[in-house]
């Protein structure tokens, strides 16, 4: 009788454990299906408009979006004239997204640049010699004066004027309003970083997004007087970041919502015999 009763007891215990298991197998797979649910998406949308100071002007061209926690802004480039080596190309993708990427704020920025041959926002035009860098016209050699060490900052310096930044020193093409210059950032020197108030209209776009208040469609463009040639506003594409569509749960996720509901199932068997 005494081994019955201790048997009994055993069961009681065991069948308490795997409910107490099952529990918390279920309660961990609810925590991570609330997670997964909570992550948004902000489709790509092109963005442009007319920059001018005088003599100078240009269009701003990128697109924006929101993916996987992140604010992306993506350029596309087509390199003409001289075809520089890949390891020069690598450079200058490397600089550009390094130095504009940032985790400053409360949601991190990435800027990418894809090199592409169709659908681009900008055509640039290479020479393979020195020279004086603009916008649209690089050069595979000195870097605009500065020396070769700085292929990295002369593209970041050209890409921050294709996602709307002015110049910032004496001379260049500074905002007509503020005419700010020597602020020690990369669009005034090729020693400086990046400035807080360069990122504004994309923090702006994803403070619109969250308040759920239209953003406004890009400026159409015109035909104007300007020293820099026009760019047509490139069609549509699939980007490198998808939109997210309707949530798949992970393996591990599923694994634990089918482990716990064993134990509990087990646990009822148990008490029940």
């Not at 005494?2 to 065991?14: P, S």
């Not at 998406?41 to 007319?50: D, G, L, R």
Request: some cysteine; aromatic content about 12%.
């Amino acid at each position: 009788m005494e081994q019955k009763t201790q048997v009994a007891t055993g069961k009681k215990v065991k069948g308490r454990f795997h409910k107490i298991a099952g529990m918390m197998l279920i309660f961990l797979f609810l925590i991570t299906l609330c997670t997964s649910a909570g992550a948004v998406t902000y489709e790509w949308e092109h963005q442009s408009k007319i920059m001018s100071s005088p003599p100078y002007s240009w269009l701003s061209s990128y697109d924006i979006g929101f993916y996987n926690n992140t604010l992306m802004v993506d350029v596309d480039i087509y390199l003409t004239g001289y075809t520089p080596a890949d390891t020069l190309k690598s450079r200058w993708e490397s600089g550009i997204e390094g130095i504009w990427s940032t985790s400053r704020f409360n949601v991190p920025i990435s800027f990418n640049v894809d090199w592409v041959t169709t659908g681009y926002d900008y055509s640039v035009n290479v020479t393979n010699s020195t020279g004086r860098w603009n916008m649209l016209n690089w050069y595979t050699i000195g870097a605009g004066g500065w020396g070769d060490a700085y292929q990295e900052e002369v593209a970041a310096h050209e890409y921050g004027h294709m996602i709307g930044e002015w110049d910032e020193y004496s001379g260049g093409a500074v905002d007509p309003v503020t005419k700010l210059i020597n602020t020690g950032g990369i669009m005034q020197t090729l020693n400086g970083g990046t400035l807080d108030y360069y990122y504004k209209d994309f923090l702006a776009w994803y403070d619109n997004k969250l308040n759920s208040v239209p953003v406004i469609e890009p400026v159409e463009v015109v035909s104007a007087t300007s020293s820099v040639a026009v760019v047509p506003v490139k069609p549509a594409r699939v980007k490198k970041v998808k939109p997210a569509g309707v949530p798949v749960h992970e393996p591990s996720a599923i694994l634990l919502l089918a482990l716990g509901l064993i134990s509990l199932w087990g646990s009822r068997r148990k008490f029940k015999k």
